[in-house]
């Protein structure tokens, strides 16, 4: 192999160019972005960046002891596959030929109907753009109260905003963590003074208002969907790589084609963990499967196989998240999830599915641990919040 891109410049792609490199690729490296930005981390866009305290997220990397040609402002359109290994990127700037791939393109942002204006929060352009409409007074209405949503409320309100937030499920996060978990995070908003509406769907975005489904208008000066994202694979449409939600690998984040690998939110990898397909949008993982698809790519053993984790900055809140909890049997709380600081854990019999915590880190540290090694824990124990989340 002596001719490998990355297309895309999120995390997982510059990770994916540092980890070829250490593991001694020693051929032409190209990462193709359709940002004009070097890459940058996300977490931050919803987070310091929107509030005004940090400007520039970008990833230190050292581009030329990388050996890599950046091609930013560059967008991959298709894929054309060579009948033995290889082929050719199609890009805005022309054909790309390769014989080793990775795919890191990421996740978009999902739109709603309507031609008024409304804002997204995906790229570093996004984030500052919003930043300019979240001045004091100004009426920010917020579609989707899952993570991002529950971030940028966070942010609007702390500037002074007068922020409403419309929810089409009977809770906030409900598609993440569940209703009973992600409805006791409903007081937050009206203790940051945020109108949470639930159970509301929203039609169209009209110029300066939403339309709801009830033929009810919601007036706002900036609106924001936080609704999802699904991951940025049209330009592999006809390439013939399986595409199911993501592109589809196995354990190792190889395609169907051994010379092609796919990771971070763009990829749905086989998880042996949980014996099923898994497509996570989560830094953690952008950060570190790129080791395991650089191994692969370069014809080393390696499989992904890591419980997810991820975190969030909310309302003066650290939640954290670790584990798979859509296949546990049951749901234990540790501590009252009342009071400031709380946790749940979710288990199958004595084995530790997956753990929320806010604002106890240990707790998460622990769990995760616990949750890495698949060792069975003291149920009894796991319930109470004055001892250490530990195996039996
Ligand atoms: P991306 O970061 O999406 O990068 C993909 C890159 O590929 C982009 O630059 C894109 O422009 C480019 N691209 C797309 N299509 C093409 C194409 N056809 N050709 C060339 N280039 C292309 N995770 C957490 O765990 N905790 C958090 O608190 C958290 N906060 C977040 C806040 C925000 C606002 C956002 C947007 C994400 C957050 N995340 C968080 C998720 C985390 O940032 C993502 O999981 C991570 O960025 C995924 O990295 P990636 O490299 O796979 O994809």
Same mark, same amino acid.
């Given at each position: 192999?002596?001719?490998?891109?990355?297309?895309?410049? #999120?995390?997982?792609?510059? =990770?994916?160019?540092?980890?070829?490199?250490?593991?001694?690729?020693?051929?032409?490296?190209?990462?193709?972005?359709?940002?004009?930005?070097? $890459?940058?981390?996300?977490? *931050?866009?919803?987070?310091?960046?929107?509030?005004?305290?940090?400007?520039?997220?970008?990833?230190?990397?050292?581009?030329?002891?990388?050996?890599?040609?950046?091609?930013?402002?560059?967008?991959?359109?298709?894929? =054309?596959?060579?009948?033995?290994?290889?082929?050719?990127?199609?890009?805005?700037?022309?054909?790309? *030929?390769?014989? #080793?791939?990775?795919?890191?393109?990421?996740?978009?942002?999902?739109?709603? *109907?309507?031609?008024? $204006?409304?804002?997204?929060?995906?790229?570093?352009?996004?984030?500052?753009?919003?930043?300019?409409?979240?001045?004091?007074?100004?009426?920010?209405?917020?579609?989707?109260?899952?993570?991002? #949503?529950?971030?940028?409320?966070?942010?609007?309100?702390?500037?002074?905003?007068?922020?409403?937030? @419309?929810?089409?499920?009977?809770?906030?996060?409900?598609?993440?963590?569940? *209703?009973?978990?992600?409805?006791?995070?409903?007081?937050?908003?009206?203790?940051? +003074?945020?109108?949470?509406?639930?159970?509301?769907?929203?039609?169209?975005?009209?110029? +300066?208002?939403?339309?709801?489904?009830?033929?009810?208008?919601?007036?706002?000066?900036?609106?924001?969907?936080?609704?999802?994202?699904?991951?940025?694979?049209?330009?592999?449409?006809?390439?013939?790589?399986?595409?199911?939600?993501?592109?589809?690998?196995?354990?190792?984040?190889?395609?169907?084609?051994?010379?092609?690998?796919?990771?971070?939110?763009?990829?749905?990898?086989?998880?042996?963990?949980?014996?099923?397909?898994?497509?996570?949008?989560?830094?953690?993982?952008?950060?570190?499967? $790129?080791?395991?698809?650089?191994?692969?790519?370069?014809?080393?053993?390696?499989?992904?196989?890591?419980? $997810?984790?991820?975190?969030?900055?909310?309302?003066?809140?650290?939640?954290?998240?670790?584990?798979?909890?859509?296949?546990?049997? =049951?749901?234990?709380?540790?501590?009252?999830?009342?009071?400031?600081?709380?946790?749940?854990?979710?288990?199958?019999?004595?084995?530790?599915?997956?753990?929320?915590?806010?604002?106890?880190?240990?707790?998460?540290?622990?769990?995760?641990? @616990?949750?890495?090694?698949?060792?069975?824990?003291?149920?009894?124990?796991?319930?109470?919040?004055?001892?250490?989340? =530990?195996?039996?």
């Amino acid at each position: 192999m002596d001719r490998v891109i990355v297309a895309g410049g #999120g995390l997982a792609g510059v =990770r994916a160019v540092e980890a070829l490199r250490s593991k001694g690729y020693e051929g032409e490296l190209t990462l193709i972005s359709a940002e004009r930005h070097k $890459p940058y981390d996300r977490p *931050p866009l919803s987070k310091a960046v929107l509030a005004g305290e940090v400007d520039d997220t970008t990833v230190d990397a050292d581009w030329d002891g990388l050996r890599c040609e950046l091609l930013l402002g560059e967008r991959a359109t298709a894929l =054309r596959l060579d009948a033995g290994r290889g082929g050719t990127v199609e890009t805005t700037a022309g054909d790309r *030929p390769f014989d #080793g791939l990775v795919i890191a393109t990421g996740a978009t942002p999902i739109t709603l *109907p309507g031609d008024g $204006p409304q804002h997204v929060l995906r790229t570093l352009d996004d984030s500052r753009r919003l930043r300019a409409g979240l001045t004091a007074g100004a009426r920010v209405v917020i579609v989707g109260a899952g993570w991002i #949503g529950a971030e940028v409320a966070t942010t609007a309100a702390k500037k002074g905003c007068e922020v409403t937030v @419309i929810e089409a499920a009977d809770a906030p996060l409900a598609n993440a963590v569940g *209703p009973q978990v992600g409805g006791l995070t409903a007081r937050w908003y009206a203790e940051a +003074g945020i109108d949470l509406r639930t159970g509301v769907k929203v039609a169209a975005v009209e110029h +300066g208002r939403l339309l709801l489904a009830d033929g009810d208008h919601v007036a706002a000066d900036e609106i924001v969907v936080g609704v999802g994202v699904r991951p940025e694979v049209g330009w592999l449409a006809g390439s013939g790589l399986e595409i199911e939600g993501g592109v589809v690998t196995d354990a190792s984040l190889r395609t169907g084609r051994p010379e092609i690998v796919a990771v971070g939110d763009c990829a749905a990898w086989w998880s042996e963990r949980y014996g099923r397909r898994l497509l996570v949008e989560h830094w953690d993982t952008a950060l570190n499967a $790129p080791d395991v698809a650089a191994a692969t790519l370069l014809g080393q053993e390696a499989s992904y196989d890591a419980a $997810p984790y991820f975190w969030s900055e909310q309302f003066g809140k650290m939640v954290q998240y670790a584990g798979y909890h859509p296949v546990a049997e =049951r749901m234990v709380f540790r501590g009252d999830p009342a009071a400031d600081k709380w946790a749940v854990c979710w288990l199958t019999g004595d084995r530790l599915d997956a753990i929320l915590t806010v604002d106890r880190p240990r707790d998460l540290v622990q769990a995760r641990r @616990i949750i890495a090694a698949g060792t069975p824990v003291d149920p009894e124990a796991v319930a109470d919040p004055g001892v250490p989340v =530990r195996q039996a």
